[in-house]
């Protein structure tokens, strides 16, 4: 069997093979997938393609080969350092990434691949992501709203959060348009009616992603403390939950896994500020929210502080144990299909 790294960018695909024990028999730069196809089918029937984990850049290929029946497998970019180090081939280029893929692939043995399900997950993501960027740009427009309505009327007090509300910038418009048209009034009501149609704009998201939500993975929004966008937000970052052998690598994907920080007779643990930090942060709002109305986690934080942990210390337990029961409970979903 031979392995085939690719190293893909925008305009090329550059492909190295490698047999057994990663010596490399073939290389080519190709255009499209289907021509990489081609050439590989010359080298041997078996074979296993190892693409670098960059799915904006990949996934086309990746449709290719598995509707071509390929069996592929997806390399973290981490992993390729190692190979680089240990080639005898200094400096870099496609060819040299395209053969510590392949390297890669062949050192490590439990590899993601793609996975049935994956695409409905995607989308998911997609659409959190487009309504986080919404939410920042209905925030920029509301802070140069402030600093206008400020300049025109400093004694008008707008209460925290309003600008969210319909009420209030409705009334704001009505106020708007009873003044002089100037310059600094006219943005004004133009910036009115960007925070009026971007409210409504993620209104609809909300709408969507709670629908999208209660047909994937309905047990998760039983889970207290956690509401559609985060369960929307947990489903995008994990994805199929089949990629992980276990809760413990869940947490540690998700940052919320304690590292070893011993040293001789001092046994400690210290804060992981790595892994996927969206999904982090989802646990995390998750967790502050038991902590203020869920009783079961409360009685949970006020064990562990009186162990000795500080309130951050016990929350950081609890976004662990919170990482287990969003892996049990996604591993008791229907799979998707």
Not at 304 to 328: F, H, W
Request: net charge positive; glycine share 6%.
């Amino acid at each position: 069997m031979i392995v085939v790294g690719v190293d893909v960018h925008k305009a090329s695909l550059t492909a190295v093979a490698v047999d057994e024990v990663g010596r490399p028999v073939a290389e080519q730069t190709v255009a499209d997938g289907e021509m990489l196809l081609n050439w590989a089918a010359s080298l041997s029937e078996e074979r296993l393609w190892a693409l670098e984990d960059c799915r904006q850049l990949t996934r086309q290929l990746e449709r290719t080969l598995m509707n071509a029946g390929e069996q592929l497998v997806r390399v973290p970019p981490k992993l390729m350092a190692p190979s680089r180090r240990a080639g005898r081939i200094r400096g870099k280029s496609d060819p040299i990434d395209a053969l510590a893929v392949a390297r890669a692939a062949l050192r490590e043995p439990r590899l993601d691949h793609p996975r049935v399900g994956e695409e409905r997950l995607r989308e998911l993501k997609l659409l959190v992501d487009h309504r986080d960027d919404l939410v920042d740009e209905r925030r920029r427009a509301q802070q140069r709203l402030r600093w206008h309505l400020h300049e025109l009327d400093p004694t008008l007090a707008i209460p925290a959060g309003a600008l969210d509300r319909a009420v209030w910038l409705d009334r704001l418009a009505r106020r708007l348009a009873r003044q002089e048209r100037t310059v600094l009034v006219r943005i004004a009501r133009e910036l009115v009616g960007r925070c009026r149609s971007l409210t409504r704009t993620i209104l609809e998201l909300d709408r969507e992603l709670q629908g999208r939500i209660e047909k994937t993975a309905p047990t998760l929004l039983a889970l207290p403390g956690c509401g559609a966008l985060s369960a929307a937000k947990l489903l995008g970052e994990i994805g199929p939950i089949e990629r992980f052998q276990s809760d413990a690598q869940l947490a540690r994907h998700a940052g919320v896994a304690p590292l070893e920080a011993s040293s001789g007779k001092h046994r400690r643990h210290r804060l992981d500020r790595g892994g996927n930090r969206q999904l982090n942060c989802a646990l995390h709002r998750i967790a502050i929210t038991q902590a203020r109305m869920h009783q079961p986690a409360r009685a949970y934080l006020a064990r562990k502080q009186a162990d000795g942990k500080s309130r951050r210390e016990a929350l950081r337990c609890l976004k662990r144990q919170l990482a287990r029961t969003v892996y049990t409970t996604l591993n008791n979903e229907p799979p998707l299909t």
